[in-house]
T-cell receptor, first 116, second 113 residues
């Protein structure tokens, strides 16, 4: 079946602009994660949605970052007033069970964000 | 908070050589351990995972990993690598209570013909 999809695949923006990144998880997966992959920091957790519970936002680097998940499916990661250090590949992952720590997380292809 | 160390940043091997990539984690409680692989131009995919039972786990494409609790290690092995194993390999851990993954910095494996 279809995997995790993300759009856009590439985004170039100017410093100070807002951007929205979209993630469509695998159908039926109830858990959704956002990670960031950057040269200096490797792969870092950003935020986690689990069903109708309050999201775990512990990885968001600043209040310029926010995310929502509508209808338990599609998620949008928003970065306001982008800075050059926000340049990275933003990865989305989903897994089947709510809060299943042993579940496999399936990753999307990522959105490469470049802030000029 | 947990952390993961991958000491080999770049490994170059000839085809048919044996592979061992190191992974050490720091966390005193229950952990689940994962190895993910990212082939050139592709997205991250799971190679194998350990959460309980036999500490020697086998994954796809002939890879295996051994969990040694006393050493806080989960090293990845393959007896004979192929050119197609050229990729970046990431070790990751989560705890028994939180499913978010903490990743190591990755090891770039280059297999030469």
């Amino acid at each position: 079946g279809a995997g995790v999809s993300q759009s856009p695949s590439n985004k170039v923006t100017e410093k100070g602009k807002d951007v929205e990144l979209r993630c469509d998880p695998i159908s039926g997966h109830t858990a959704l994660y956002w990670y960031r992959q950057s040269l200096g920091q490797g792969l870092e957790f950003l935020i986690y949605f689990q069903g109708n519970s309050a999201p775990d936002k512990s990885g968001l680097p600043s209040d310029r970052f926010s995310a929502e998940r509508t209808g338990g499916s599609v998620s949008t990661l928003t970065i306001q007033r982008t800075q050059q250090e926000d340049s990275a590949v933003y990865l989305c992952a989903s897994s089947m069970r709510r809060g299943g720590t042993t579940d496999t997380q399936y990753f999307g292809p990522g959105t490469r964000l470049t802030v000029l | 908070a947990q952390s993961v160390s991958q000491h080999n940043h770049h490994v170059i091997l000839s085809e048919a050589a044996s592979l061992e990539l190191g992974c050490n984690y720091s966390y005193g409680g229950t952990v689940n351990l994962f190895w993910y692989v990212q082939y050139p131009g592709q997205h991250l995919q799971l190679l194998l995972k350990y959460f309980s039972g036999d500490p020697l786990v086998k994954g796809i494409k002939g890879f295996e990993a051994e969990f040694i609790k006393s050493k806080f290690s989960f090293n990845l092995r393959k007896p004979s690598v192929q050119w197609s194993d050229t990729a970046e390999y990431f070790c990751a851990v989560n705890t028994g209570t939180a499913s978010k993954l903490t990743f190591g910095t990755g090891t770039r494996l280059q297999v030469t013909l």
